[in-house]
């Protein structure tokens, strides 16, 4: 992953977000995944993504550092099987009004920046939290635009199907 101070123009302290070809590369490496999906197997992201070494784990459950800071991804299973992997695409931001200006503009523009890489989203979620997905035949690509971060995941098509079930979101 690339330097994300130099790209972004912020200090270490400060907001940081990924810039246009740095989301792109981390969605298209995240949708062209050839992994195990088991929990057992982390090496591989590690190699791939050159996130570093494990800051908290265990046997469903691993932190990473994907390089904005400690704990910016997730990779979370349920009985060995790995069901997804979020990674953090900004920083959090401030908890105000000017937070979350940062975090929607950030969303909306790595909205248009995948778009015009992977096409048109297979799906919009329209909530208070917001979700731009692109479907695949075993894996959903998800970008979320949070209150205070955006984070972009890739998830099991069945584990998707119960969260949504679970919790009645509805497209858009």
């Not at 792109?24 to 999906?37: P, Q």
């Not at 096409?119 to 917001?130: K, M, N, S, V």
């Not at 690509?141 to 995941?153: A, D, I, K, S």
């Amino acid at each position: 992953m690339a330097d994300l101070n130099a790209s972004s123009g912020n200090s270490v302290t400060g907001w940081r977000e990924l810039a246009d070809a740095e989301i792109v590369d981390l969605a298209t490496t995240l949708r062209s995944l050839v992994w195990s999906w088991r929990m057992d197997n982390l090496m591989r992201l590690l190699v791939v993504f050159g996130w570093h070494d494990p800051i908290f784990e265990s046997c469903d459950w691993v932190r990473f550092d994907s390089g904005l800071g400690p704990g910016t991804c997730d990779v979370i299973g349920r009985d060995g099987e790995a069901e997804r992997i979020e990674v953090a695409v900004t920083t959090l931001a401030a908890d105000d009004a000017a937070g979350q200006a940062k975090v929607h503009d950030a969303f909306i523009r790595m909205t248009a920046a995948l778009t015009a890489t992977l096409g048109e989203p297979t799906a919009r979620i329209a909530d208070t939290i917001p979700e731009i997905r692109w479907a695949g035949e075993e894996t959903t690509l998800l970008l979320t635009g949070l209150l205070q971060m955006v984070r972009l995941c890739l998830v099991a098509n069945a584990w998707l199907a119960d969260y949504d079930a679970a919790n009645g979101l509805r497209e858009q």
